[in-house]
C-alpha cells in the first residue's frame, strides 16, 4: 500500500491541526495504521494506532486525551485529530500501514509501508 500524509504546518501552542493519511493500491481496511513521529535529534516514537476497523486505538501517554486517531475505509484515509498542541509536539510525522493487526507495542519495523512524512511546528 501506498502512503501519502499531509496536513501538516505552523500553528501556535494550544491550537488544533488535523493530519491525514491517505492510502492507494491494496485493500486499506486489511491494514492496521499508525502515526509517528522523528524531532530533530531524537528517535522515531510512536504517536498512534488504529486497527483494520477502527474499532481499536491506541495512544503514547504523551499525547493521550490530546490526540485522536481515527479511520474512513470507504475513502482509504486515516486521519489523526491533534488538539491542545505544545511546543513539545514538534516533528515530523509519518503514517504507517501494518498487514493485520497493530497496538502500542507494534514497533516500527513490523510496519508493511511508510509515508512521506508531513512537518508539524508548534510555536510557545
Known amino acids: 500500500v501506498q502512503l501519502q500524509a499531509s496536513g501538516g504546518g505552523l500553528v501556535q501552542a494550544g491550537g488544533s491541526l488535523r493530519l491525514s493519511c491517505a492510502a492507494s493500491?491494496?485493500?486499506?481496511?486489511?491494514?492496521?495504521m499508525g502515526w509517528f513521529r522523528q524531532a530533530p535529534g531524537k528517535e522515531r516514537e510512536f504517536v498512534a494506532a488504529?486497527?483494520?476497523?477502527?474499532?481499536?486505538?491506541y495512544y503514547a501517554d504523551s499525547v493521550n486525551g490530546r490526540f485522536t486517531i481515527s479511520r474512513d475505509n470507504a475513502k482509504n484515509t486515516v486521519y489523526l485529530q491533534m488538539n491542545s498542541l505544545k511546543p513539545e509536539d514538534t516533528a515530523v510525522y509519518y503514517c504507517a500501514a501494518r498487514r493485520g493487526w497493530v497496538t502500542a507495542e507494534t514497533n516500527g519495523y513490523e510496519y508493511d509501508s511508510w509515508g512521506q512524512g508531513t512537518q508539524v511546528t508548534v510555536s510557545s
Open positions: 488504529v486497527s483494520w476497523s477502527g474499532g481499536s486505538t
Open positions: 493500491g491494496r485493500t486499506f481496511s486489511n491494514y492496521g
